[in-house]
């Protein structure tokens, strides 16, 4: 069997690779045997890279034209990788042309967004018929998501650094506090974060700089408290992996994310489990 899993997103974070990254690992904890490919541009960040990652550029006439699509980059690397089920992570504009040309089963992966997101864009209505489920993976309230799932995780807690990894790899004193703030957004808002802190306490992890670690959830039950902005993954990462409590998070304004809801709604919600072996027992129980 062949999954394949296209984001278009990644111009301001990188967040969408890190989610692509958490399902592959998902797929191996469920003992997947099939082939597991990721598509989309090349990240904006030095460090960020997937070893399964095929780079495609996303042409704005894919977005607007059916004859154009089928001759995209896009159009053409999914059809030589031939998959068997395609997942599609927020960002459905640019495959809505190139899914009826590929005859295969696709899922759209869903967060939070505004209603609008899922109607229609400048050139094409959403259509729902075009994926077989549409999965919400955080409990947000949009009359076409009907299916949830807990967030998507990169990585469990028992799969955690020590708490002396941290440290260690950074080099950072014993015995002083130590401050991670972690961004991957706009250029400036890291620095924004490291506002009212000691400098001599602060580590930051800023993806623009070549060395920052990547993906960096598994680093951090080694810090002292995390400031970052409240993104998806950064916001359920500490959920999960047990430092919400020593986190500080700030909203920041996104086009298709509302971070303020979810430092509303999300600290009411119980993960269970890391969605993306949830999804991965979907999978191979499809073969």
Request: charged share 25%.
């Amino acid at each position: 069997m062949k999954v394949a899993f296209f984001t278009s997103g990644g111009r301001l974070g990188a967040g969408h690779l890190v989610r692509a990254i958490a399902i592959g690992r998902g797929l191996r904890r469920a003992g997947f045997a099939g082939e597991y490919r990721i598509f989309g541009p090349r990240p904006a960040f030095p460090t960020v890279e997937a070893a399964n990652l095929e780079v495609v550029d996303v042409h704005a006439e894919s977005l607007k034209d059916p004859a154009a699509a089928a001759g995209t980059d896009l159009a053409a690397a999914l059809a030589r990788f031939a998959p068997d089920l395609i997942l599609v992570d927020v960002f459905w504009a640019p495959v809505h042309f190139v899914l009826p040309g590929l005859r295969c089963e696709c899922w759209l992966l869903i967060r939070s967004c505004p209603r609008r997101w899922l109607a229609r864009t400048r050139h094409v209505a959403f259509d729902p018929r075009q994926f077989a489920r549409i999965i919400g993976i955080e409990a947000f309230a949009n009359p076409i998501v009907r299916e949830f799932i807990d967030p998507v995780v990169v990585c469990n807690p028992d799969e955690c650094r020590p708490r002396s990894a941290l440290r260690e790899r950074l080099g950072f004193p014993p015995g002083r506090r130590l401050v991670m703030v972690v961004q991957a957004g706009r250029r400036g808002e890291c620095e924004k974060l490291c506002e009212g802190f000691a400098p001599d306490e602060i580590v930051t992890s800023n993806l623009y700089e070549p060395g920052a670690l990547f993906p960096i959830a598994e680093w951090l039950p080694g810090a002292d408290a995390i400031v970052c902005g409240a993104g998806y993954n950064a916001f359920w990462e500490s959920r999960w992996l047990g430092y919400y409590e020593r986190t500080r998070f700030t909203a920041f304004d996104r086009d298709i994310d509302d971070q303020a809801w979810r430092l509303r709604a999300g600290p009411t919600h119980v993960m269970r489990e890391n969605g993306a072996d949830v999804l991965a027992r979907w999978i191979v129980g499809r073969v």
